[in-house]
RNA sequence: GUCCCCAUCGUCUAGCGGUUAGGACUCCGGAUUUUCAUUCCGGCAACAGGGGUUCGAAUCCCCUUGGGGAUGCCA
C-alpha cells in the first residue's frame, strides 16, 4: 500500500477563499489520518492573474488556521518545461496534436452555437492531419486527441464511480500558443510527479477529473483516487456558490471578524462532513476520525450565526492570557491609540468576566472597552433610556428617578472601602432604604458606569476601574 | 441547450430496510444569574413529488421537479 499523499493545489489569484481552506483542510486531516503527507502546490500557470501578494496570503492564512504542509511547491510555472516535454511525449506518440484554429475562429463557432442553442463541441478540423502537412510559421496549440467513443470513468472516493461519455469530451488544450502549458496539462504531471495518491478538491473539477484521467492514460500513470467535496454555497435564502456580495468570503476576513483558528477550524469541518451527533470536534479528535466517506455530498450553505456561535464556545475555552493578547490589537483598533503596560495588565484582569460573554475577539474589545473610555460615548437609544428609567418601588404603584437614588449618596461612598464586598453591602442597604429591588436599581448605574447593559459583574468592574473613576462616571451621569 | 453532481427541520447534519426520524445553530418559553452573557431544562420545526421493489421504505430502483457545478488558449 502506498503511503497516502494529499495535495492543496491553489491558484495565486487575489485572497484565500474560505472554501479554499476547507479544501486545504479536508486535504489535510485525510493526509494526516492516514499517516501520509500533505503538500502545498501554488498553481500559478496564469502568469495574467498571479501576483505574489496573494501566495503571501495563502501562506498566512495555512499558518494560522494551523495547517502545515509537509512538502511544497512553490512555483508550478517554474516546471513547465518538463510539462512541455510530456506535451511533447504525447504528440510524439500521436496521443495529441497540433491545432492551427485560431482563437477568433473558436469564438466564433461558440457563439453561433450559443445562437442556436446547441451544446458547443469543437472538432478540429486538424486532428488527423499529418505532421508532415502542419503549416509552417503558424501559432497553433496542442490538444489532447480524445477517443470519439466509449467512456471514461473518474474513480471517487466521495461519489463512487462517475462516467463520462467520449463522445462529451473535447479535445482540451494543453499548451497555449504562446508555448506555456495550462493547468489541465500540469496539474497531471505534477501530481504524478509528486506521487499524490489522493486528488481532493472541490466539486467545480468533477468535470475535469475525466479529462485528466484521460491523459494520465494516454501517459501511461496510474490515476490518483479522487474525491470531490461539495461547494459552499451561499447563505440561506441566497442563490450560487458562496461569492464576494454574499460577505465575507476571504478568510482574511474571518481573521478581523475576531475568529479564532480553532473556531473556524471546527466549522468548517462540520460544513459538509459530520461524525454522528458531534459538534465541538478538537484537532486531534479531527484526525482520528476524519475520513472521505463522512462528507456530505450536498452543497452547503454557509450560516455565519452558527460560526460565530462555535466560535463562541472556543473564545470561552481559551485561555485567559491568550484571548487577552490576541484582544489587543481589536482594542486599540477600536480605541485609535496603543494600549500601555498598566492597561494591557487591565484588561487581562478583566477578561475572565469579559471572555465569557462574548463569541468573537471583536465583541471582547467591544465589550472591554468601556475600561479604557473615561467619557461617556454616544449611548444607543435603548441603553440611554436606561438612565432615566423610573426605579417601580416595592409593593406600591410608586417609582424613583435614579438621580433620587443615587446622587446624593456620593459622600458616602467616598468613604468607602473600594472592595466588592463593601460595594455589594453598601448597595444592598441602599435598595432596601430606598425599597427598591437590586437588580433594578442597577441597571441605570451600570450604564453609567460601563456604559452599556451588558457587562462584567458590576461591582467587580468597579473595583477593577477604581473609585475616583467611578465617582467621576456616576458624577457626570447626574448632571 | 448539453454533460456531470446532488436532494432529511429555515441552516449544518445523524440515519445506511423495521427509530416516538436524533443532535447542533436560529427562534420562542422557563430555571439559575444583582443585569447581560454563559449554563441547565422545555417547545416550534424536516424525509420535494410520483411510480415501483419489499411483509416493511427517509434508506434500494426509475421518472418528475428543484438546487448546484461545468461547458475558456482561467485554475
Redesign the pocket.
Given at each position: 500500500m502506498k503511503k497516502v499523499k494529499t495535495r492543496f493545489?491553489?491558484?495565486p489569484?487575489g485572497y484565500l477563499h474560505i472554501g479554499g481552506v476547507r479544501t486545504a483542510l479536508f486535504n489535510y486531516l485525510y493526509a494526516k489520518h492516514c499517516g501520509g503527507e500533505f503538500v502545498l502546490r501554488i498553481?500559478?500557470?496564469?502568469r495574467?492573474?498571479y501576483t505574489p501578494e496573494a501566495i503571501e496570503l495563502i501562506y498566512r492564512d495555512l499558518k494560522w488556521m494551523g495547517l502545515a504542509w509537509d512538502e511544497i511547491m512553490e512555483s508550478?510555472f517554474a516546471r513547465r518545461d518538463r510539462h512541455m516535454e510530456v506535451a511533447n511525449e504525447l504528440l510524439v506518440k500521436g496521443a495529441a496534436y497540433k491545432?492551427f484554429?485560431?482563437?477568433?475562429?473558436?469564438?466564433e463557432l461558440?457563439e453561433k452555437?450559443?445562437e442556436e442553442?446547441?451544446?458547443?463541441?469543437?472538432e478540429s478540423k486538424w486532428r488527423d492531419v499529418d505532421p508532415a502537412d502542419y503549416p509552417i510559421d503558424q501559432?497553433?496549440?496542442v490538444r489532447l486527441k480524445t477517443p470519439l467513443d466509449g467512456e471514461t470513468i473518474v474513480n471517487?472516493d466521495?461519489?463512487?464511480?462517475?462516467?463520462?461519455?467520449n463522445k462529451?469530451?473535447?479535445d482540451?488544450?494543453l499548451?497555449?500558443?504562446?508555448n506555456?502549458?495550462?493547468?489541465?496539462l500540469?496539474?497531471v504531471v505534477d501530481d504524478h510527479d509528486m506521487g499524490i495518491t489522493h486528488v481532493i478538491r472541490?466539486?467545480?473539477?468533477?468535470?475535469?477529473a475525466p479529462k485528466q484521467v484521460l491523459i494520465m492514460k494516454a501517459m501511461g500513470w496510474d490515476e490518483p483516487t479522487y474525491g470531490?467535496i461539495?461547494?459552499i454555497?451561499?447563505?440561506?435564502?441566497q442563490?450560487?456558490?458562496l461569492?464576494k456580495r454574499h460577505g465575507a468570503t476571504a478568510v482574511g476576513d474571518y481573521i478581523n471578524a475576531g475568529f479564532l483558528p480553532e473556531g473556524l477550524f471546527n466549522y468548517l469541518l462540520?460544513?459538509?462532513?459530520?461524525?454522528?451527533?458531534?459538534?465541538i470536534i478538537s484537532r486531534e479528535q479531527a484526525i482520528e476520525w476524519f475520513d472521505l466517506?463522512?462528507?456530505?455530498?450536498?452543497?452547503?450553505?454557509?450560516?455565519m450565526?452558527?460560526?460565530?456561535?462555535?466560535n463562541?464556545?472556543y473564545i470561552?475555552e481559551a485561555d485567559t492570557a491568550r484571548v487577552t493578547e490576541l484582544t489587543i490589537p481589536f482594542l486599540e483598533k477600536k480605541l485609535d491609540r496603543i494600549l500601555t503596560d498598566a492597561e494591557k495588565e487591565l484588561l487581562s484582569k478583566a477578561m475572565p468576566?469579559v471572555q465569557?460573554?462574548?463569541?468573537t475577539l471583536v465583541e471582547a474589545a467591544d465589550l472591554a472597552s468601556f475600561y479604557f473610555i473615561s467619557e461617556m460615548p454616544e449611548l444607543d437609544e435603548k441603553t440611554k433610556k436606561v438612565l432615566d428609567k423610573p426605579i417601580p418601588v416595592n409593593d406600591s404603584e410608586e417609582s424613583k428617578h435614579p438621580k433620587e437614588i443615587f446622587c446624593d449618596s456620593f459622600a458616602k461612598l467616598e468613604e468607602l472601602d473600594w472592595t466588592?464586598d463593601s460595594l455589594?453591602d453598601y448597595?444592598n442597604a441602599l435598595a432596601e432604604k430606598h425599597n427598591v429591588?437590586?437588580?433594578?436599581?442597577?441597571?441605570p448605574?451600570?450604564v453609567a458606569i460601563a456604559y452599556s447593559?451588558?457587562?462584567?459583574?458590576?461591582?467587580?468592574a468597579m473595583v477593577l476601574l477604581g473609585k475616583e473613576e467611578c465617582l467621576k462616571r456616576m458624577n457626570n451621569a447626574c448632571d
Open positions: 493545489a491553489p491558484s489569484t498553481e500559478d500557470t496564469d495574467e492573474r508550478q491545432c484554429t485560431t482563437k477568433e475562429e473558436l469564438a461558440r452555437a450559443t442553442k446547441r451544446a458547443f463541441r469543437f501559432e497553433y496549440v471517487d466521495i461519489r463512487g464511480t462517475v462516467s463520462f461519455p462529451d469530451i473535447d482540451l488544450i499548451v497555449r500558443s504562446d506555456t502549458p495550462v493547468y489541465q500540469s496539474v472541490g466539486e467545480e473539477h468533477l468535470n475535469n470531490h461539495p461547494l454555497l451561499a447563505p440561506a435564502g442563490q450560487g456558490k461569492s462540520r460544513l459538509g462532513w459530520g461524525h454522528g451527533d458531534d459538534e466517506s463522512g462528507v456530505v455530498k450536498a452543497g452547503a450553505r454557509f450560516d450565526q452558527k460560526a460565530i456561535s462555535v463562541g464556545y470561552r468576566e465569557e460573554r462574548v463569541k466588592v455589594n448597595f429591588k437590586l437588580g433594578k436599581m442597577l441597571q448605574l451600570r447593559t451588558i457587562t462584567p459583574p458590576l461591582y467587580e
